[in-house]
């Protein structure tokens, strides 16, 4: 590998781990979220995200000198992708004190996605730069075409908030009107008028 190319493998190795660590995100959240627009759009994402995966791997390697030089870095990235892991699953028990229902849990997943989707834009809008800075037009197309996939994948979550947002609204409703129903008239409240 030439000087050139180490900050560009080092912007791949970034993009590499970032991606994993969003086939993980993705498939929890797929199991969070009901069928229908949503969970389609997601399950779409999870297969784009592992394609980005395996290609961002194999310009890592060629750029690396093949498989082999990458053994030891791809060793360090799965430490690193379980100690994420980790942090998303003890972040499972607040969620549980949160009391958050179905919708909200799914809504916040949606934020959350939005702000990770920004994330990779911004690496890879880099990694696109550092490469045709580097010469590597290769990386750089790669870079360009995987951000443009993620530019859409944001632009269709932002596109469903307002429905994961009215979902939220319409479980509140529904959840009061079953607790007045369950607590029957107020205390004071005139008794229904009977007729003889």
Excluded at 57 to 69: N, T
Excluded at 72 to 79: Q, S
């Amino acid at each position: 590998m030439s000087r050139s190319d180490a900050p560009v493998a080092q912007y791949l190795r970034e993009a590499h781990e970032l991606e994993l660590e969003l086939v993980r995100t993705l498939q929890s959240q797929i199991a969070a979220t009901p069928r229908g627009p949503h969970r389609t759009a997601l399950e779409a994402h999870l297969e784009e995200t592992r394609s980005h995966a395996t290609r961002v791997r194999e310009r890592l390697a060629r750029l690396e000198g093949g498989e082999d030089a990458g053994v030891v870095r791809a060793g360090l990235g799965l430490v690193q992708g379980v100690a994420g892991q980790l942090l998303a699953f003890s972040r499972t028990p607040i969620d549980l004190v949160r009391g958050a229902g179905s919708e909200e849990r799914v809504l916040r997943d949606a934020r959350d996605a939005c702000a990770a989707e920004a994330y990779e834009i911004a690496t890879y809008a880099t990694l696109e730069r550092v490469a045709r800075d580097a010469g590597d037009t290769t990386t750089a197309t790669l870079a360009a075409t995987i951000r443009r996939d993620e530019e859409a994948m944001l632009q269709r979550l932002l596109d469903g908030l307002d429905d994961l947002a009215q979902a939220v609204t319409d479980a509140r409703a529904d959840a009061e009107r079953r607790d007045d129903l369950r607590s029957g008239p107020a205390v004071g409240a005139p008794a229904p008028a009977v007729s003889a």
